[in-house]
């Protein structure tokens, strides 16, 4: 099965950027339905933030990120990104990159409980 590794999190002032990755291994990104990244500040629900459709190339975007956050795929390597611009302090969060393998309808992939497989997660602090 597949495993999912974050990386590019770190410490950023606001207005800000910062990309990340998501390198998958035993498996193919392309052979998902959909791919998402979320993020989990503490105390806080898990927040789905943008999810790419691997079928037919669909993309969504939560309002609290639309405009700002940038979501994208690269097959051949294996690999899905997640690029922010003008960050923000409420940015501040554990991201995680996630999975899903069945066909799911695109209004449930902002929901994190349809995807199969997650990522450790990586930190993203923005501080003045």
């Known amino acids: 099965q597949v495993q999912l590794v974050e990386s590019g999190g770190g410490l950023v002032q606001p207005g800000g950027s910062l990309r990340l990755s998501c390198a998958a291994s035993?498996?193919?990104?392309?052979?998902?339905?959909?791919l998402g990244w979320f993020r989990q500040a503490p105390g806080k629900e898990r927040e789905g933030l943008s999810w790419?459709?691997?079928?037919?190339?669909?993309?969504y975007y939560a309002t609290s990120v639309k405009g700002r956050f940038t979501i994208s795929r690269d097959n051949a390597k294996n690999t899905l990104y997640l690029q922010m611009n003008s960050l923000k302090l409420e940015d501040t969060a554990v991201y995680y990159c996630a999975a899903v393998k069945p066909v799911v309808a695109g209004n449930q992939l902002l929901s994190p409980l349809p995807y199969n497989y997650w990522g450790q997660g990586t930190q993203v602090t923005v501080s003045s």
């Open positions: 035993g498996g193919f990104i392309s052979d998902y339905y959909a």
């Open positions: 790419i459709s691997s079928s037919d190339g669909s993309i």
